[in-house]
C-alpha cells in the first residue's frame, strides 16, 4: 500500500477494509467509469450489473470451490464493466494475485485495460495501492505482489498458457476464431481451487461453437459454471416515451402477439416496446432477429439459427416463455404389482415423464381415442439422440406429458405400456418405423398397445395391405413438418415443454433446403435436436388419421313410431 495509507491509524484500517469489502459503496465513492459521451462519472450500478454482482458475489464467497461464471447478454449493459472492476479490487487489494484479461480484438482488449488505469488514477491517494508499473499490457501492484495482464484471443503473441492466474477475464468469447482450442490452453492457466474465478462473457453469435456448447452444457449442469442471462429489459436505460397520449394509444393498438406476450410474460411497459421498435428500426437494418441476437428476451432468441427458420420465431418464442412459467412436473411411471397392470406416477427431479397438466381421475378416460402419442424411437445410446414420446389429449389438444430419455428401443414400447395404464386409456401410438422403431412396433405389438397404421403401396398403387407405424421418407417429412407449422402458426394445440419450442426456434432449412435441427449434419457435436419437433408432428398426424373423438357416450337410441304406406296398406316400423 502506499505511504498514505501506511500512515492510517489500525482503526481508520480496520474501516478502509471494511470499505474495501463493501464493492457498491467503495465504487459509489471512489471508482471512475467513462459514459458514453466521454463524462467521467462515479460508478453507481444499473440493474444489470446489480443482478450480475449478487451472482457474482455469491460464488465468491464459497471458500469450498472455485467460482466459474458464462455470462449472457444483451449489447451495452456493461457487464464487462462490473467484471473489471470485481479482478480491479481482487487484485489490487489482495496479495499473491495475478489476473488475465482477453478479449475477441486488440482494440477490445485495450478498452477493458484501460478501464483498470483509469480506476487506479482516480483512487483518492490513501487509497491507491503501491504501483511499480503500468504499461500497455501490464498493471504491477508491487507491495501486494499481485497484477494484471492483458492478452488478445486473435494475435498469434503468448496469450499467457505458460502462466499461472488466479482471475480470468474472457470477453466477447462467441466473436473468438479459435476459441475452443484458445479456452482450452487458458482454463488450465488457473487452478481448480478456491479463491480463483473465471468469467465468460458474450453477446451470441448464433448456434453452435464453444460459447454456445459452454452455455449449453452450464444450463443442463454438465459443467461447473453458473449460467448468467441477462436481458434487453433488464436494463430500464431501454425505454422510450412517447411525444403524446394519441401516439401511445396508437402504438398499444398495434401490439403484435409477440409483443403482447412480452407484456404478459415480462411485465414490460408499452415505454419499452417503443425502444425496441425503435431500436430495430435504427440500429438492426428493421431485421427483428437481428434485434433478438443482439438485444434477447431469452437465451433462446439470442442464438439465432443461421439457416432459415421452418417455424414462426416469434410466435415460438411466446410459447417458450409461457412454458417456462409452467408447473411442469417432473417423474417416473412405476409398476405396483407384480402382474405389472397398475402404475403410479413418482415425483422425480430426473425422471423421464414429464407432465404438463394436473390429470385429474376423470382425465384418466378408457374412452377409445382420447389420447394420441407420437413416438421418436433414438438408439439407446446414452450420449445419442433421445427417444421422445409425446401424448396429446384430444379433447382440449394440448400435449398431456412428455417422456423423454435413453432407452434400448425395446424397452421404450414398456414405457408405452405404462403411459397405457396410467392414463387408463386406449392410446393409440405413432411411432416413426424407421431404424430401431421397427423393434419398438414389434414388441408394442406384444403388448396389444394399440397402433396406428399405413396404407402399403406396391409399385407405385395402394394395396390392401397395411403397414404399422409412420415411414419417414422425404414427401411425407414435408406432410408433417407442413402440418406441424400450420397447426403452430392457427395456434391449433399447446404443448408446455419448453424444450419443444426450443427445438423448433432451431427447426431450419439448410442449403440444400432440408428441414432438420440446425447443423445437424455439418456439426453433430452442436447440441440441436430435432426429436421432439417429430414427435409432436406425429401426434398431429395420429390425430389427423384418428375419428373425431367422442367423450360422452352416444345416447341410447330413442323409439320412435312413423308410418309407411305401401300400396295402400299401412306399416308400423319402430
Not at 10 to 28: E, G, P, S, W
Not at 196 to 217: H, V
Not at 277 to 292: A, S, W
Request: glycine share 4%.
Amino acid at each position: 500500500m502506499t505511504n498514505e495509507l501506511a500512515q492510517l491509524t489500525a482503526d481508520q484500517k480496520k474501516r478502509v477494509k471494511n470499505l474495501i469489502n463493501d464493492r457498491r459503496t467503495f465504487a459509489k465513492k471512489y471508482v471512475k467509469i467513462r459514459t458514453k459521451n466521454g463524462d467521467l462519472i462515479n460508478f453507481i450500478f444499473n440493474q444489470a450489473q446489480n443482478k450480475a454482482l449478487a451472482l457474482f458475489e455469491h460464488g465468491l464467497s464459497d471458500t469450498t470451490k472455485p467460482a466459474r461464471f458464462i455470462v449472457l447478454k444483451a449489447r451495452q449493459e456493461g457487464i464487462s464493466t462490473m467484471i473489471e472492476y470485481l479482478i480491479f479490487m481482487l487484485t489490487a487489494y489482495k496479495k499473491n494475485k495475478a489476473a488475465l484479461i482477453i478479449a475477441h480484438e486488440k482494440e477490445a482488449s485495450n478498452n477493458l485495460f484501460e478501464m483498470n488505469k483509469r480506476f487506479y488514477r482516480n483512487l483518492p491517494v490513501f487509497l491507491q495501492p503501491s504501483q511499480s508499473l503500468s504499461n500497455a499490457k501490464e498493471l504491477v501492484f508491487d507491495r501486494m505482489n499481485s497484477n494484471i495482464r492483458i492478452a488478445t484471443a486473435e494475435s498469434r503473441e503468448n496469450t499467457g498458457r505458460s502462466a499461472n492466474y488466479q482471475y480470468l477475464h474472457c470477453s466477447e468469447v462467441a466473436f473468438w476464431s479459435d476459441a475452443e482450442s484458445t479456452m482450452l490452453a487458458l482454463s488450465q492457466t488457473v487452478a481448480d481451487v478456491p479463491d480463483t474465478a473465471i468469467f465468460i462473457e458474450s453477446t451470441a453469435n448464433g448456434i453452435g461453437g464453444y460459447f454456445y456448447d459452454t452455455w449449453q452444457a452450464a444450463v443442463a449442469g454438465e459443467n461447473n459454471y453458473t449460467p448468467i442471462f441477462l436481458a434487453w429489459f433488464d436494463l430500464p436505460d431501454y425505454s422510450h416515451p412517447f411525444d403524446t397520449p394519441e401516439l401511445k394509444t396508437l402504438f398499444q393498438n398495434s401490439l403484435t402477439d409477440y409483443e403482447r406476450g412480452l407484456i404478459a410474460n415480462y411485465n414490460l411497459t408499452l415505454e419499452q416496446l417503443h425502444w425496441r421498435r425503435n431500436t430495430i428500426k435504427d440500429k438492426c437494418n428493421n431485421d427483428e432477429l437481428q434485434f433478438r441476437q443482439e438485444y434477447p428476451a431469452t437465451p433462446e432468441e439470442a442464438f439465432i439459427a443461421s439457416g432459415r427458420p421452418v417455424f414462426d420465431t416469434a410466435l415460438c418464442s411466446v410459447n417458450l416463455a409461457a412454458a417456462q412459467q409452467n408447473q411442469n412436473i417432473q417423474g417416473d411411471l412405476i409398476y405396483t404389482n407384480d402382474g405389472r397392470t397398475t402404475v403410479e406416477f413418482v415425483p422425480n427431479s430426473k425422471g423421464y415423464i414429464s407432465l404438463h397438466k394436473e390429470i385429474k381421475a376423470e382425465d384418466k378416460s378408457s374412452i377409445f381415442g382420447r389420447y394420441v402419442a407420437g413416438c421418436d424411437v433414438a438408439e439407446g445410446l446414452a450420449q445419442g439422440d433421445r427417444s421422445i414420446i409425446k401424448v396429446l389429449d384430444r379433447t382440449d389438444m394440448s400435449i398431456a406429458l412428455s417422456w423423454a430419455g435413453h432407452i434400448d428401443p425395446d424397452l421404450l414400447a414398456d414405457e408405452q405400456r405404462k403411459i397405457t395404464l396410467y392414463l387408463n386409456s386406449d392410446i393409440v401410438f405413432c411411432t416413426e418405423m424407421n431404424n430401431h422403431g421397427l423393434t419398438t412396433i414389434t414388441k408394442a405389438h406384444d403388448y396389444s398397445l394399440n397402433q396406428y397404421y399405413r396404407q402399403v403401396f406396391g409399385k407405385g398403387y395402394p394395396t390392401s395391405a397395411t403397414g404399422f407405424g409412420w415411414r419417414t421418407t422425404a414427401e411425407s417429412k414435408k406432410r408433417l413438418v407442413d402440418t406441424l407449422n400450420q397447426y403452430i402458426r392457427e395456434k391449433s394445440f399447446t404443448d408446455y415443454d419448453p424444450e419443444f419450442w426450443r427445438e423448433c426456434l432451431t427447426f431450419v432449412r439448410n442449403e440444400k433446403g432440408q428441414m432438420q435441427a440446425q447443423d445437424k449434419d455439418k456439426n453433430p457435436g452442436t447440441k440441436c435436436y430435432d426429436d421432439r419437433v417429430i414427435a409432436v408432428g406425429l401426434a398431429l398426424q395420429c390425430h389427423i388419421w384418428m375419428p373425431s373423438v367422442r367423450i360422452e357416450p352416444e345416447p341410447e337410441p330413442v323409439r320412435a313410431n312413423f308410418e309407411m304406406t305401401t300400396r295402400g296398406s299401412r306399416a308400423t316400423r319402430f
